[in-house]
Nanobody
Framework: QVQLQESGGGSVQSGGSLKLSCAAS?????MAWFRQAPGKEREGVAS???????NYADSVKGRFTISEENAKNTLYLQMNSLNSEDTAMYYC????????????????????WGQGTQVTVSS
């Protein structure tokens, strides 16, 4: 059983930065950040696997960085140059197996989810 708990969300002005954290209990393999805005589908933001390989959505490349601290079993998402399009509930997710290609961005592949943390960017 894996439990995930996000933190670090909040309100920020356009151009600002936030850093999200996700504390994981239990063994982890592939972890990811997703987000969901009102009326929209949940979308993959970034993922990192046990080998350190990362994936990013095109909309966040160059602005967001996913990382993990294994000793603390914590996943991070550094978000820079935020804009109103980034406003959403952000979730961390975990799957025990390895994902290939675009699978990382599909919510159905993930087994465990956190409760989410709200990010609001005002212009």
């Amino acid at each position: 059983q894996v439990q995930l708990q996000e933190s670090g969300g909040g309100s920020v002005q356009s151009g600002g930065s936030l850093k999200l954290s996700c504390a994981a209990s239990g063994d982890t393999r592939c972890m990811a950040w997703f987000r969901q805005a009102p009326g929209k589908e949940r979308e993959g933001v970034a993922s990192i696997d046990s080998d350190g390989g990362t994936n990013y959505a095109d909309s966040v490349k160059g602005r967001f960085t996913i990382s993990e601290e294994n000793a603390k079993n914590t996943l991070y998402l550094q978000m820079n140059s935020l804009n109103s399009e980034d406003t959403a509930m952000y979730y961390c997710a975990f799957v025990s197996g390895r994902l290939y290609g675009a699978e990382w961005s599909r919510p159905s592949w993930y087994t465990y989810w956190g409760q989410g943390t709200q990010v609001t960017v005002s212009s």
